[in-house]
């Protein structure tokens, strides 16, 4: 799936990936790392190693100077925005009302077990895992991130 607001090189790494029927999870194993961390490649969202561009131009078949000159040394990503907010897409507004539903709960049960702080989204990891059920497969979305207390000063 791509986004209008993704840049052609973006877009052509999809379509590289599609017309290598690639998933993240195969892109992910053969960069050695998460998933979810080579889907933000993708969309910009993360500043891939010198190492991680070589290794994705590999995998896709594409010429390394094409990703150097977008996500080379010099790129850092503008995280967020891609989306119009509330987003449009199904799943992505679910996210959202997951948020709205369940975040002062979760918030609560944070600052119950560690105290007044937040989750970290920098340091930080996700999984998205498939548990297949009889009444119908199940998503199960793990987000890892590292506590970081409130300073008082």
């Known amino acids: 799936m791509?986004?209008?607001?993704?840049?052609?090189?973006?877009?052509?790494?999809?379509?590289?990936?599609a017309e290598r029927k690639?998933?993240?999870?195969?892109?992910?194993?053969a960069m050695e790392c998460n998933e979810v961390y080579a889907?933000?490649?993708f969309y910009g969202q993360a500043k891939p190693s010198k190492h991680e561009v070589q290794k994705l131009c590999?995998?896709?078949?594409?010429?390394?100077?094409?990703?150097?000159?977008?996500?080379?040394e010099h790129f850092y990503p503008s995280r967020g925005g891609l989306?119009?907010?509330?987003?449009t897409d199904p799943t992505l507004y679910r996210f959202i009302e997951m948020i709205q539903v369940f975040g002062y709960p979760l918030k609560a049960i944070i600052h119950e077990k560690f105290g007044d702080g937040i989750m970290s989204a920098i340091d930080f990891k996700a999984n998205v895992d498939k548990i297949e059920d009889p009444k119908g497969d199940r998503v199960?979305?793990?987000l890892d991130g590292k506590f970081l207390p409130y300073k008082k000063w």
């Open 83 to 87: 989306m119009s907010m509330p987003p």
């Open 2 to 17: 791509t986004d209008p607001k993704l840049s052609a090189v973006q877009t052509r790494m999809f379509q590289a990936k």
């Open 22 to 29: 690639l998933s993240f999870e195969d892109i992910g194993k």
């Open 39 to 41: 889907a933000s490649i």
């Open 140 to 142: 199960k979305i793990t």
């Open 58 to 72: 590999e995998i896709l078949n594409i010429p390394t100077n094409h990703l150097v000159e977008e996500m080379g």
